[in-house]
């Protein structure tokens, strides 16, 4: 959705700093079905309290499109891939971000919309039914320094050994907590309180009503609306004139969020109270929708360093491509993306990691053929 619509929406432009605080959410129906490591790949177990080791051409680790995306390609093109899909990875249930949505409605193939969940569920039973091999499991720790392949992957009871890998595990969004923000009773949490206007803002229950944003950058000037305790901006200058320019928009200094109400037992957002963080003063500012736009986190951290990231934790790729700084190991969605962060747009990358994996698949082989 584009905040510069022809309705009559009033934006508030708010500022705050905001403290993160990540989703926990679940599937609505979370295939809990775990493939044998009797497959294709081969296992070898282990004595007691060592790890059980796996080898595969290709690990993915990630849950969302551009994992799921990643293991269709890759095992249709037979490279029997692994997935490790994480439990509760960065406190969000398989499936990532699309599992704290409800309706979406711009994912191609949907007409009527499907639940967040439903769609991620479907991913799952798509690629299991190509044969990828899925593990409810989180990787804590990956070695990739080795001047050859197999990299490394590790979880608490796993360890496999990969020739390449897909890393798709997705950035999650910041969050402020204050009464009424969460999705609890007394919570309005998808409903009428989102982290993504892009996504959500087009949504029947937000046409023609006063919407506010929360968020300190370029995104929160695009998506309209901004909590901060300062008088200044910190987006970039085009983007604050255009903000500040835009007849729609209303910017209220100095203020916070303090509390959000719902609108008269109707079970959805109806307002904010505001507090002027200058004056202690509590005013209420009446919308039916509040996105925040504070940023996300890149779910890099497993990473130890081993791939470079960029300023903000995302992983650099090669311009044009999935390919990381390791040759062999790939990055899709939005672990690599800081600006569309869509869900088509990780299925897209997603399919680019696998094809090139497979490539890069092909070119080792050919070269330990010429060698032998």
């Given at each position: 959705?584009?905040?510069?619509?022809?309705?009559?929406?009033?934006?508030?432009?708010?500022?705050?700093?905001?403290?993160?605080?990540?989703?926990?959410?679940?599937?609505?129906?979370?295939?809990?079905?775990?493939?044998?490591?009797?497959?294709?790949?081969?296992?070898?177990?282990?004595?007691?309290?060592?790890?059980?080791?796996?080898?595969?051409?290709?690990?993915?680790?990630?849950?969302?499109?551009?994992?799921?995306?990643?293991?269709?390609?890759?095992?249709?093109?037979?490279?029997?891939?692994?997935?490790?899909?994480?439990?509760?990875?960065?406190?969000?249930?398989?499936?990532?971000?699309?599992?704290?949505?409800?309706?979406?409605?711009?994912?191609?193939?949907?007409?009527?919309?499907?639940?967040?969940?439903?769609?991620?569920?479907?991913?799952?039973?798509?690629?299991?039914?190509?044969?990828?091999?899925?593990?409810?499991?989180?990787?804590?720790?990956?070695?990739?320094?080795?001047?050859?392949?197999?990299?490394?992957?590790?979880?608490?009871?796993?360890?496999?050994?990969?020739?390449?890998?897909?890393?798709?595990?997705?950035?999650?969004?910041?969050?402020?907590?204050?009464?009424?923000?969460?999705?609890?009773?007394?919570?309005?949490?998808?409903?009428?309180?989102?982290?993504?206007?892009?996504?959500?803002g087009a949504a029947p229950i937000f046409r023609n009503k006063p919407l506010a944003v929360i968020g300190g950058g370029d995104s929160a000037m695009e998506e309209a609306t901004f909590l901060t305790k300062r008088d200044t901006f910190?987006?970039?200058?085009?983007?604050?004139?255009?903000?500040?320019?835009n007849p729609k928009i209303k910017v209220v200094w100095n203020s916070a969020v303090a509390e959000a109400f719902g609108e008269g037992g109707k079970g959805v957002l109806g307002g904010l109270k505001i507090k002027n963080l200058v004056?202690?003063?509590?005013?209420?500012?009446?919308?039916?929708?509040?996105?925040?736009?504070?940023?996300?986190?890149?779910?890099?951290?497993?990473?130890?360093?081993?791939?470079?990231l960029d300023a903000d934790g995302y992983i650099v790729t090669k311009p044009g491509t999935t390919q990381t700084s390791v040759r062999g190991v790939f990055a899709a969605g939005d672990v690599q993306d800081k600006k569309y962060r869509?869900?088509?747009?990780?299925?897209?990358?997603?399919?680019?990691?696998?094809?090139?994996?497979?490539?890069?698949?092909?070119?080792?082989?050919?070269?330990?053929?010429?060698?032998?």
């Open positions: 959705m584009s905040f510069r619509s022809k309705s009559n929406t009033l934006f508030a432009l708010l500022s705050k700093k905001a403290r993160s605080f990540i989703r926990l959410a679940s599937t609505p129906s979370a295939a809990a079905a775990v493939a044998s490591a009797s497959s294709s790949s081969s296992s070898i177990a282990m004595e007691d309290g060592a790890l059980e080791t796996l080898q595969t051409k290709l690990c993915i680790i990630g849950s969302g499109p551009a994992a799921h995306t990643a293991a269709i390609y890759a095992a249709r093109a037979e490279l029997k891939p692994i997935l490790f899909e994480g439990w509760m990875a960065n406190d969000i249930a398989p499936g990532g971000q699309l599992t704290t949505t409800s309706d979406v409605e711009n994912f191609p193939g949907f007409p009527e919309g499907i639940l967040g969940g439903e769609l991620t569920d479907r991913f799952r039973n798509q690629s299991l039914r190509f044969g990828t091999q899925i593990f409810t499991e989180t990787v804590s720790r990956v070695a990739f320094s080795g001047p050859v392949p197999p990299f490394k992957v590790f979880t608490d009871s796993k360890l496999v050994l990969a020739d390449s890998v897909v890393v798709a595990t997705g950035a999650v969004a910041k969050r402020l907590s204050f009464p009424g923000s969460g999705e609890g009773p007394g919570g309005f949490w998808n409903r009428g309180i989102s982290a993504c206007a892009v996504c959500d910190r987006a970039s200058k085009i983007m604050q004139k255009r903000a500040l320019e004056t202690g003063d509590i005013s209420e500012l009446k919308v039916s929708g509040l996105f925040f736009a504070i940023g996300h986190e890149p779910a890099t951290k497993f990473l130890g360093g081993q791939l470079e869509q869900a088509v747009t990780a299925a897209g990358t997603g399919c680019m990691a696998a094809l090139e994996a497979e490539h890069y698949l092909q070119e080792m082989e050919s070269q330990d053929g010429k060698s032998n």
